[in-house]
């Protein structure tokens, strides 16, 4: 199998989305869930809590306590500690997925967890 495309995409922009087809995995990678949304408005194959931050970490970068930077190097700490990314590539690898789409809910969508996901899986898939 080839190297699966890793892109992201905001769940307020999948809503009420017939989903994706088999070659795509839609993985919401928020811990929670996403605040006024119901379940079956939005197209997902999985919710994988697993590759999230951590509760602490999240408040802290939430609360501004630590700086976008800052909480990505703290975050790749988390992931790399973490069997979980290369988990969530297996299950897509196993479902014949040629693309992941990471599904966040945040706002912001240049400083978020998603992006520092979508890197650390990409190392690991060229790698």
Same mark, same amino acid.
């Given at each position: 199998m080839s190297t699966p495309?890793?892109?992201l995409a905001r769940v307020h922009d999948l809503l009420d989305d017939d989903g994706a087809g088999k070659t795509v995995r839609r993985v919401l990678v928020d811990r929670l869930w996403p605040r006024g949304i119901k379940k079956e408005r939005l197209a997902h194959d999985e919710w994988d809590k697993d590759v999230a931050p951590s509760p602490d970490l999240r408040k802290a #970068?939430?609360?501004?306590? @630590?700086?976008f930077s800052e909480f990505s190097r703290h975050y790749r700490r988390e992931l790399e500690g973490s069997d979980a990314p290369q988990a969530l590539l297996d299950r897509a690898k196993e479902d014949g997925a040629r693309k992941i789409v990471l599904l #966040?809910?945040?706002?912001?969508?240049? $400083?978020? $967890?998603?992006?520092? @996901?979508?890197e650390v899986l990409q190392d690991l898939v060229s790698s």
């Open positions: 495309e890793i892109t #970068f939430h609360s501004e306590e @630590l700086s #966040f809910a945040a706002k912001d969508t240049e $400083h978020n $967890h998603a992006q520092v @996901l979508q």
